[in-house]
């Protein structure tokens, strides 16, 4: 099974330009998650989805934007990036019974804005 | 959701059991304890998860505390693949509710 597939696994970006971090799952799962993960830190949470044309905003939503036009995709876009937002980026998968089943998480992007 | 307190590092030998210790004295009735670990240069992953009796599954063990204020993660015999932070996280019973992850414990196996 593929799980959660994220692309690209790694990107420099200059600061000001814009870039879409892809994932994917192949599950059927309804709920999809963008976190991300500073150096020795946690993970914070960018956006969420319940279901293909519902998102809403996590701890951390500026600077970035979402679209779920499908169960499988979740894309994450940055527009007019900084170097805050150099991090590595997460992007998580579960089934409506998450306490039961927890999350899937994909490899991860890590992305450096210079 | 409730918050959690874990030691920054712990340290244990190959082959060794290794018990983790995670702290939540605000927990409410609904709230279950999940535990995932993040390998280095991975995602998390999933490791067990409970909410009043103890669990055991193939990759580890979670002891729940009488008044579910503190509970622990148990590796029965360490490997260096075991090394890895581990996040102790509350979650209650809510569909669409995202998972807080707090900085962990990273837990060093030696040789």
């Known amino acids: 099974n593929a799980g959660v597939t994220q692309t690209p696994k790694f990107r420099i970006l200059k600061i000001g330009q814009s870039m879409t971090l892809q994932c994917t799952q192949d599950m059927n799962h309804n709920y999809m998650y963008w976190y991300r993960q500073d150096p020795g830190m946690g993970l914070k949470l960018i956006y969420y989805?319940?279901?293909?044309?519902?998102?809403d905003k996590g701890e951390v939503p500026n600077g970035y934007n979402v679209s779920r036009s499908t169960t499988e995709d979740f894309p994450l876009r940055l527009e007019l990036a900084a170097p805050s937002q150099t991090s590595v980026y997460f992007c998580a998968s579960a089934t409506a019974a998450v306490t039961t089943y927890g999350y899937t998480f994909g490899s991860g992007t890590r992305l450096t804005v210079v | 959701d409730a918050k959690t307190t874990q030691p920054n590092s712990m340290e244990s030998n190959e082959e060794e059991p290794v018990h983790l210790p995670c702290n939540h004295s605000t927990i409410s009735g609904t709230d279950y304890i999940h535990w995932y670990r993040q390998l280095p240069s991975q995602g998390p992953e999933y490791v067990i998860h409970?909410?009043?009796s103890n669990v055991n599954n193939r990759m580890a063990s979670l002891a729940i505390a009488e008044d579910r204020k503190s509970s622990t993660l148990i590796l029965h015999r360490a490997t260096l693949r075991d090394a890895a932070v581990y996040y102790c996280i509350l979650r209650a019973d809510n569909y669409g509710q995202n998972f807080v992850f707090g900085p962990g414990t990273r837990l060093s196996v030696l040789p």
């Open positions: 409970g909410l009043t």
């Open positions: 989805s319940v279901g293909a044309g519902i998102t």
